[in-house]
């Protein structure tokens, strides 16, 4: 299972385009590298 945190925001009406775009940056990173971006506590 997994699961890719963004951040989190209170959504009133639209969420905003930079928030979208940082999402998909964020998954974009993650699916390049998933090892990497991954927690493993030692």
């Known amino acids: 299972m997994t699961a890719v ?4 925001l209170v959504k009133e009406r639209e969420v905003p385009a930079k928030d979208i775009r940082a999402a998909l940056e964020r998954k974009r990173l993650f699916e390049q590298d998933p090892l990497r971006h991954t927690y493993r506590e030692e």
């Open 5 to 8: 945190l963004a951040h989190g």
